[in-house]
Structure formats: C-alpha cells, structure tokens
C-alpha cells in the first residue's frame, strides 16, 4: 500500500511488493474483510483463537467468493487468485509482517482494547491498526497505548463484498496521515469512502440501531408479526431486507451490544434495548451464524474445493 505512513524498507519484514493484511477474528466481517481485501491483490492473513475458527473464516470467504462469481461480480480466475492470497493464523505474532491490521472482533471495549495493547507490541510500529468496530469510540480504543495515533476506525458494511461503503472514523488522537491511508486503502478495496466523527455508533450504525430495536420493540408488544413488520419495512420502505431478516444477518449480540454502547453514550432512552434482544441473545439465538435468530437457518454446505 503505497499510502501506508511509512513504506517498507529493505530490513523491514514488511518489505514486500504486495500490501500485506492481518486480519484479527475470523467471525463475519473478518472473512468478507479478508476476502475483499485478498480480491484487490493484498497478501492477507487472517487470525483467529483457534484453528477450527481460522478454518470456517476461510470457508465463509470462499463462500462469499463463490457468490460473487454466481452473480457475476469476479470472475473465477480472481477468485482462485484472491483465494491464494488468504492464509490463516492462530495468535497476533505474524502481524508483524503486516503493513495494516484490521481489527474484526467482537463488539467489546474491554476485549478490544487488550486486543490493540497487544497489537501495539507485536505489529510494525509503522503499521496501521484500524478496528472494525460498529459502534465502540475509536479513542477509547486506542487510550493506554503509547502511539494512539496510528489507529483508526475503519467500518466495512455486511456482506463486505457487496456493501460499496466504507465508514472512517478517525480517533482524537489519530493522526491525519493514518486516517487518509485508511480512506486510501478503502478505496483501493473499491469502496465509497464517508467520514464520521467519533461518536457512539458513527452515523450508519446509530441510524440503523434505532430501526432494528423499534422493529424489535413492536414484535415484543405484539404490534405484528416478524413476518408482517419484515414485510412492512421492505414494501413500505423500499429496504433490501426486513429489519428481522437484516438483524439475523448482522447477528442479534452484536446489534445488542451496539444498542448497550449508544445507551452508555447517549444515555437517551431512543437506546434502551428491547428485553426480546436481550433474552434472545441469553438463549443463544444470534442469527445466521448460530442457526437460529428471528428465523431459522439450515446448515450451509460445505464450500467447493473446501479440505473434507
Ligand atoms: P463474529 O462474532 O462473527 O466474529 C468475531 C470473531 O472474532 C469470532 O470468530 C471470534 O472467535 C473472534 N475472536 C474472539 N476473540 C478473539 C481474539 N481475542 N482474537 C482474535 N479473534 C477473536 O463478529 P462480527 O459480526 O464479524 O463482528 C466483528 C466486528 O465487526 C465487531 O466489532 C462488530 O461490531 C463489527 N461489525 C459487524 C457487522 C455485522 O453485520 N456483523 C457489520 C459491521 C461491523
């Protein structure tokens, strides 16, 4: 990446033609992350606890890259080509060689930031560390590190290789030329570029965390049914998916702790998650990826060409 703040040099791990990426949780957004950013020519790695979830990181890319070539979006010869661009790890000690690391773990400030503590020591100090996050402030990130300059919000749109936008949120501290590689970086991925402040939720996760959470507040009053207010909001809107359809996809813990975030920001009640979030996310009902959320979801078929 020839907008990284300081290029590679020779005795630099680093140095290498292609931009290297080190993607940290192999959960729904690192996957379509890493396969995004493999599509665009980077050498990518992307990182999870253990082995078994690195794996099924690497099957939802190769999914989401199967149905890219479907739709006629990439050719297979780009897929195959994106595909051996991807590697997987266990543990950060391989950020080192990485001139970005793109944060995708869960949405916890506590869990994040011992993250980003350990990636201050174990990437390149002139790498750039961008987090994922939906909702979290980017300061609050990067506070307790010794150069909380260099990181930055850099917020991709599920599924990342059909959502165009990219969010960038530059931290009070982020240093201009980190956050123009962000954008930089973003658009050579393909992506529309829009800048928000560090404000809970930015401007899209904000706007769209109050839509899930009445949607979910007149299914637990009995105002319609899933079917009917899904239906309403598509129909009536003109929205791709119901709200219903759309929290299954971006997982209900997640859109709960997103609510919980604006709630401990904003203190306003339009944040006071609805308690069928909650109970729902206790019961382990967290969308597509755990088969079961407002709706039901068959196990997908294992990917071509993936290791039996
Ligand atoms: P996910 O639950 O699908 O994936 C998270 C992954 O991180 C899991 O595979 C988990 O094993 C892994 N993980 C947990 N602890 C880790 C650690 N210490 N080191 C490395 N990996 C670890 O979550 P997601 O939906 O991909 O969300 C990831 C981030 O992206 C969150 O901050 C979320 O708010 C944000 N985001 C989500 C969406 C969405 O639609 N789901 C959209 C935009 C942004």
């Known amino acids: 990446m020839g907008t990284a703040p300081a ?5 630099d791990p680093r140095a290498s033609v292609r931009t290297r990426v080190f993607v940290v949780g192999a959960g729904i957004m690192g996957s379509g992350i890493a396969a995004q950013s493999a599509l665009a020519g980077c050498a990518v790695t992307v990182e999870d606890v253990s082995e078994e979830l690195a794996r099924r990181g690497l099957d939802n890319a190769r999914r ?3 149905s890219a070539v479907r739709k006629g979006r990439v050719s297979p010869a780009s897929r195959d080509e994106a595909l051996a ?3 997987t790890a266990i543990g950060l000690r391989r950020a080192d060689a990485a001139q970005i690391v793109i944060e995708a773990a869960p949405e916890n400030l506590a869990l994040k930031r ?10 390149h100090p002139s790498a750039i560390l961008a987090t994922n996050t939906s909702s979290l402030p980017v300061t609050s990130i990067a506070s307790g590190l ?6 930055v919000g850099l917020h991709f749109f599920n599924p990342v290789l059909q959502m ?9 501290r982020t240093r201009p030329e980190v956050a123009e590689a962000a954008r930089a970086f973003a658009r050579r991925l393909g992506k529309t570029v829009v800048d928000s402040r560090d404000s809970p939720g930015f401007v899209t996760t904000r706007a769209l965390a109050v839509l ?8 637990y009053e009995g105002t319609a049914t899933r079917e009917d207010i899904d239906t309403a909001y598509k129909l009536g809107f003109r929205h791709p998916m119901g709200p219903f359809e759309l929290t299954d996809l971006v997982g209900l813990d997640t859109a709960l702790a997103i609510l919980d975030v604006l709630w401990d920001g904003f203190r306003d009640s339009r944040y006071r998650a609805c308690p069928l979030l909650r109970s729902m996310v206790a019961a382990g009902k967290l969308g597509r990826k755990s088969g079961e959320g407002f709706y039901s979801y068959p196990a997908p078929p294992p990917p071509a060409g993936a290791a039996p």
């Open 7 to 11: 290029a590679a040099s020779e005795s």
């Open 64 to 66: 989401a890259l199967d």
């Open 85 to 87: 661009n991807i590697d």
């Open 114 to 123: 011992t993250l980003f503590t350990e990636l201050e020591a174990a990437a």
């Open 146 to 151: 010794r150069d909380p300059g260099r990181v």
């Open 164 to 172: 165009d936008l990219v969010e960038v949120i530059p931290g009070l």
């Open 212 to 219: 899930v959470n009445e949607a979910a507040w007149m299914l």
